[in-house]
C-alpha cells in the first residue's frame, strides 16, 4: 500500500523565520513527487519533482527531492503571513497519493 | 496551465437525495480522472479512479453504490452522491494527469452539506 506522511503535523513561526516541511514515501511506480498549497478550497500546485539532487525554486520556496532516501523536503525562507496554509505532498505512482499534510501558521 | 472545471463549488441537499457533481477537462484530455474526498483539517483521501470508457476504481471502503462515477467521454467524469445522508458532507475535489510527465490539475472543490 503506497504511503506517504508528513512532518511536522504543524507548525507555527514568526514572519521572517525559515521553515522546512518533511515528506517522506514509500510507493510502487513512482512517477513523481508533488507540492501543494491548501488555503481554503482546492490545493494550489506548487512543484513537481522528478529526479533527485535537483532543487526547485519559486521565490522563496525551494524544494529538492532524494529518491534514495525517499524524502522531499519544502523550504520557505522569510516566511509572511500570507504562507499560512496546510501544505500538501502528494507522490504520484498509478494515482497521487497524499500526505496528511503540515499545516503552517505564520503570525505577525 | 491546464484547466479543470468542477461543479457545482457548493451544493445543499436533504437527506435522501441524490447530487451530481461534474468535473471537466477544459483544454486537454483526461482518460483517468480521480475523485478525493477532504474532511475538515484533515488530508485529501482517494475515493476512487474514474476511466473513461469504463467501470471507476474504488478505494477500500468506498461505496460504489453510493458514489457513482461515470466518465463518459475525454474530457468529463461526474460523481454522484446517491441517496445523501448528513455524513456525506464533505469537500469533494476531481483531478486529472494532464500528461505523463506533467503535474495534477485540480477542480475547485465542491463542498456538500446534507442536511
Known amino acids: 500500500e503506497d504511503k506517504v506522511v508528513q512532518s511536522p503535523l504543524s507548525l507555527v513561526v514568526h514572519e521572517g523565520d525559515t521553515v522546512t516541511l518533511n515528506c517522506s514515501y514509500e510507493v510502487t511506480n513512482f512517477r513523481s513527487l508533488l507540492w501543494y498549497k491548501q488555503e481554503k478550497k482546492a490545493p494550489t500546485f506548487l512543484f513537481m519533482l522528478?529526479?533527485?539532487?535537483i532543487e526547485k525554486k519559486s521565490g522563496r520556496l525551494s524544494s529538492i527531492l532524494d529518491k534514495k532516501e525517499l524524502f522531499s523536503i519544502l523550504n520557505i525562507t522569510a516566511t509572511q503571513t500570507g504562507d499560512s496554509a496546510v501544505y500538501l505532498c502528494?507522490?504520484?505512482?498509478?494515482?497521487?497519493?497524499f500526505g496528511g499534510g503540515t499545516r503552517l501558521m505564520v503570525k505577525p | 496551465g491546464a484547466v479543470v472545471s468542477q461543479h457545482p463549488s457548493r451544493v445543499i441537499c436533504k437527506s435522501g437525495t441524490s447530487v451530481k457533481i461534474e468535473c471537466r477537462s477544459l483544454d486537454f484530455q483526461a482518460t483517468t480522472m480521480f475523485w478525493y474526498r477532504q474532511f475538515p483539517k484533515q488530508s485529501l483521501m482517494l475515493m476512487a479512479t474514474s476511466n473513461e470508457g469504463s467501470k471507476a476504481t474504488y478505494e477500500q471502503g468506498v461505496e460504489k453504490d453510493k458514489f457513482l462515477i461515470n466518465h463518459a467521454s475525454l474530457t468529463l467524469s461526474t460523481l454522484t452522491v446517491t441517496s445523501a445522508h448528513p455524513e456525506d458532507s464533505s469537500f469533494y475535489i476531481c483531478?486529472?494527469?494532464?500528461?505523463?510527465?506533467?503535474?495534477?490539475?485540480f477542480g475547485q472543490g465542491t463542498r456538500l452539506t446534507v442536511v
Open positions: 502528494a507522490v504520484g505512482g498509478n494515482m497521487l497519493t
Open positions: 483531478s486529472a494527469f494532464k500528461g505523463k510527465h506533467d503535474e495534477a490539475f
Open positions: 522528478t529526479s533527485s539532487g
